[in-house]
């Protein structure tokens, strides 16, 4: 009965130990394995078997692509101005094998390494090529970077500059500087206004003239067309009145009373000089001597 309960005892031991050393490595991770204290391989994502006591996993590993944000470092430009610049370096790690034995601290050999190639690559530029050539810088580090960590089994895909800190009165120098631009850049758009509101006032005045002239213009166009109008009503008129006449062939007498009324019109009091025809003349004369003949008759009569 001692012996069924040490076996059970031993098996189940040996059912523990199995189970413990049953590995299942999870997605973008990968375990490296030492045997006997000596590099064995890397296991990849799924389920593998480790000899108890022999096999040692050294490492877990993640292959995600990481973010490390370092602290700002000081360096000095070419024209000796002295700054803050904090960076952000995103890498991968492609080799396990070289990440685990490659160095020893891979993010402390990262951060160095960035803060000595962001000093020397700063050192060749003066402040204001610094402030405009964040992608340049960026492009540079990530090479320098990417070439060195070969060794380690890392690839840096990108390298950020985070924050660019100059000294402070620099900077009141630069928001000084920035503020009259702006003001400047002000000024030129109110006069490029100013102008243009005159340019259009001008046009208006300008297009007002030539309507109000084309209107004066229409204008008098059909008053004098009005009046040549009328002109020829008129003289349509008085040729209408001089065929008329000639067709009805008027008398000398009835020419002699027309003429008289005419003349009575005429000697109305507001002509100044009249010029008495011929023809009336001798019908005046004629209205004379009717008129003494009148009145030596009454007085005979009177006699």
């Known amino acids: 009965m001692g012996i069924e309960v040490i076996l059970l005892i031993l098996a189940a031991i040996l059912i523990l130990i199995v189970v413990a050393n049953v590995k299942i490595v999870p997605q973008a991770q990968a375990y490296v394995v030492e045997r006997l204290g000596a590099y064995y391989q890397t296991w990849g994502t799924g389920l593998h078997l480790k000899i108890p006591f022999i096999d040692r996993i050294s490492r877990k590993v993640s292959l995600k692509e990481q973010v490390v944000d370092f ?14 610049i904090d960076t952000v ?16 601290n891979p993010l402390s050999a990262i951060e160095n390494l960035t803060a000595t190639t962001l000093r020397n690559i700063i050192g060749d530029l003066e402040l204001d090529n610094t402030l405009t050539s964040r992608d340049v810088i960026n ?15 890392i690839k840096v895909n990108r390298v950020e500059l985070k924050n660019i800190l100059p000294p402070r009165e620099i900077q009141d120098s630069m928001e000084k500087q920035m503020k009259a631009e702006r003001e400047r850049r002000a000024r030129i758009l109110d006069a490029e206004g100013e102008k243009r509101s005159q340019v ?14 084309d209107a004066i213009k229409e204008s008098k166009i059909r008053e004098a067309q009005g009046e040549a109008e009328a002109i020829l009503s008129v003289q349509k008129a008085y040729a209408d009145s001089l065929k008329m006449l000639n ?4 008398s000398d007498k009835v020419i002699a ?23 009336i003349q001798k019908m005046a004369g004629l209205a004379t001597t009717l008129k003494e003949l009148v009145v030596d008759d009454q007085n005979n009569v009177n006699k």
């Open 71 to 84: 602290p700002p470092q000081p360096v000095i430009t070419k024209d000796n101005v002295t700054m803050q």
């Open 139 to 153: 492009t540079k580090i990530r090479v320098i970077l990417d070439e060195a960590t070969d060794a380690w089994g």
């Open 257 to 279: 009373l027309k003429s008289l009324e005419a003349f009575s019109k005429a000697a109305d009091g507001k002509a100044t000089k009249i010029i008495i025809p011929s023809e």
């Open 247 to 250: 067709e009805a062939a008027p």
């Open 200 to 213: 259009l006032v001008a046009e208006g005045q300008k297009e007002s003239a030539i309507l109000k002239a």
């Open 89 to 104: 370096v995103y890498f991968q790690i492609t080799d396990s094998k070289l990440y685990t034995y490659g160095v020893e």
